[in-house]
């Protein structure tokens, strides 16, 4: 009794419970996120996973340093989605940004085609990274913040917090993660 009381207190007050280290940081790689808009009425789900150096080949694309890569899967949840991929990014460990390649050209590359409600579209994003190796990639949709992100949150641990709205892991205090730590490896 003592001890569901303490618990209580605890969740009163914002810190996390004794298990939540264990819990799955909600933007971690491999992770599903979603993205509404049109007032609701449009939904799709994404999710990211393999970020790592690509043996691809670039056709047509003349690199500045390393091409990376990751596996996006989208999803129409509800209404027609047009995936926009243009709209995707990496980040170093050293902060450094990598916009998505998306005028390159690969057979393996996500198609950016309109998904009716209920199909799939699964394919590669591309980067060129010409610093550190990326830790991060984040889906922006115009605001401050970004609207999805992924993290490879063993590489995560030199990087800065990432606030993003409605996220337990993006703060001082990460729920996911125990005190002091934010899920960016604060």
């Known amino acids: 009794m003592v001890a569901g009381a303490a618990l209580a207190g605890l969740a009163a007050l914002g810190a996390p419970p004794a298990g939540a280290a264990a819990e ?3 933007h971690e790689v491999g992770s599903h996120q979603r993205l509404t808009d049109a007032g609701g009425a449009v939904v799709q789900d994404w999710t990211l996973t ?5 043996a691809d080949a670039a056709p047509g694309y ?3 340093g390393r091409l990376w890569e990751a596996t996006v ?4 949840v509800s209404g027609a989605v047009t995936p926009v991929i243009p709209n995707f990014s990496a980040m170093g460990t ?3 940004s990598y916009p998505v390649l998306w005028q390159l050209a690969s057979p393996a590359g996500v198609s950016g085609a309109t998904l009716a409600e209920g199909q799939t579209a699964t394919g590669k994003v591309y980067f060129d990274v010409t610093g550190a190796d ?3 990639v984040s889906y922006s949709s115009g605001g401050p913040k970004p609207a999805m992100m992924w993290c490879d949150m063993a590489a ?8 993003m ?15 002091g730590r934010n899920g960016m490896g604060g």
Do not use: I, Y
């Open 24 to 26: 799955k940081c909600p």
């Open 94 to 96: 050293d902060h450094r």
């Open 62 to 64: 003349p690199l500045a």
């Open 73 to 76: 899967t989208v999803r129409a």
């Open 165 to 179: 709205d409605d996220c337990p892991c993006c703060g001082p205090d990460c729920a996911c993660c125990g005190p």
């Open 50 to 54: 393999g970020l790592h150096a690509s």
């Open 134 to 136: 990326p830790a991060m």
């Open 156 to 163: 995560m641990g030199p990087m800065m917090n990432m606030p």
